[in-house]
């Protein structure tokens, strides 16, 4: 028989897969920690409750905050900064970066620009 997904009444954001024939039950999170961390320090960025120069918490602070590991805190500010929402100055912290617009402007044909010479069979 196949497997059944239950919604957990332990914890809104896991769900628990029950497969039929044993009864056993595996919580399966939602999303890993990195991404929900990453996805929460995002929404105050783009909300404006931090701006462009602010420190973001100290990884240790994000550790206790979230109760994650190190590692698990550092992979969340590095999608942030593979965004471009961060940089981190080692020694310093982790900041918020200024947020370019960028335009995207095509290029118009250059009278400069010689059309290449059609070839004829021979």
């Not at 332990?10 to 991404?35: F, L, M, N």
């Not at 979230?66 to 080692?90: D, F, I, P, W």
């Not at 982790?94 to 021979?122: A, C, E, I, K, N």
């Amino acid at each position: 028989m196949g497997s059944v997904v239950v919604r957990s009444h332990v914890e809104p954001s896991v769900w628990s897969q029950v497969t039929s024939h044993d009864r056993r039950t595996t919580a399966v999170p939602a999303h890993p920690k990195h991404r929900q961390i990453a996805d929460g320090l995002r929404g105050i960025i783009n909300r404006g409750e931090l701006q462009p120069g602010d420190i973001l918490p100290s990884e240790a602070t994000l550790c206790e905050q979230y109760g994650v590991s190190r590692t698990t805190v550092r992979a969340a500010l590095s999608t942030l900064a593979n965004e471009g929402l961060v940089t981190s100055e080692s020694g310093r912290g982790t900041f918020v970066r200024q947020r370019r617009h960028l335009t995207y402007r095509p290029r118009r044909s250059s009278s400069r620009v010689q059309p290449r010479p059609r070839w004829t069979g021979s």
